[in-house]
């Protein structure tokens, strides 16, 4: 694969998960890099972001101030902590890169070209 997700798993609600994210080819330093999720039936949604050039960050309404993305520039590793988990965040999850290095990044699934197998993430009442 070209990314690998890790960290999902089954949480109750309230809960938390960090989902990693690492390159055997590419060094994600150089890409903007995003998280979707999807479940079976609906689109993939883009839940998260992370610009180059000072790493500004993007959420999707539904999880803002409950995710958070970053970078670990050393391990090459991209990271999706997940606060106060819900039941309707549950989906697998992808990480993705977007193949540009800017301030602004993008959360539409047609800006991203090369994409993880996902990670499962279930939340229960």
């Known amino acids: 694969e070209q990314f690998v997700e890790s960290g999902g798993g089954l949480v109750q609600a309230g809960g938390s998960l960090r989902l990693s994210c690492r390159a055997s080819k590419y060094n994600l330093n150089n890409w903007n890099m995003g998280w979707f999720r999807q479940v079976p039936g609906k689109a993939r949604e883009g839940v998260s972001c992370?610009?180059?050039?000072?790493?500004?960050?993007f959420y999707a309404d539904s999880v803002k101030r409950r995710f958070t993305i970053s970078r670990d520039y050393d391990r090459n590793m991209i990271y999706l902590e997940m606060n106060k988990l819900e039941p309707e965040d549950t989906a697998v999850y992808y990480c993705?890169?977007?193949?540009?290095?800017?301030?602004?990044?993008?959360?539409?699934?047609?800006?991203?070209?090369?994409w993880g197998q996902g990670t499962q993430v279930t939340v229960s009442l």
């Open positions: 992370i610009g180059g050039d000072g790493g500004r960050t």
């Open positions: 993705a890169r977007e193949p540009k290095w800017s301030v602004r990044c993008d959360l539409s699934e047609s800006s991203y070209d090369t």
